[in-house]
Nanobody, 126 residues
Framework: QVQLVESGGGLVQAGDSLRLSCVASGRTFSDYAVGWFRQAPGKEREFVAAISWRPGRIYYADSVKGRFTISRDDAKNMVYLQMNSLNSEDTAVYYC???????????????????WGQGTQVTVSS
């Protein structure tokens, strides 16, 4: 397993941008797919975006497509989530999660990820 720590959350206004970061430690990071999930109060955790260990394999939820960009820097053990044109529906705790390349699963299923960070709060005021 890898250990994950998110950062970059905060309070912003609608239309603003934020970049979340997730740093990993403990294993060879390039062997892991990494996903971002979010959970709003009273709602279930939902998939936001994922990036594979395979170059070019990136996935987004329809609700963020065109506004959010996920990227990774394996040399720094980092994954980023650039969030643009934020709106109040993006308010949630954001989590990064990692899944080893040898573990089968879906990029969008939270249950298929074995390592999780503690989360970072994003609040968008309208």
């Amino acid at each position: 397993q890898v250990q994950l720590v998110e950062s970059g959350g905060g309070l912003v206004q609608a239309g603003d941008s934020l970049r979340l970061s997730c740093v990993a430690s403990g294993r060879t990071f390039s062997d892991y797919a990494v996903g971002w999930f979010r959970q709003a109060p009273g709602k279930e955790r939902e998939f936001v975006a994922a990036i594979s260990w395979r170059p070019g394999r990136i996935y987004y939820a329809d609700s963020v497509k065109g506004r959010f960009t996920i990227s990774r820097d394996d040399a720094k053990n980092m994954v980023y989530l650039q969030m643009n044109s934020l709106n109040s529906e993006d308010t949630a705790v954001y989590y990064c999660a990692a899944r080893n390349r040898y573990e089968a699963g879906s990029y969008s299923a939270s249950s298929d990820y074995g390592s999780w960070g503690q989360g970072t709060q994003v609040t968008v005021s309208s």
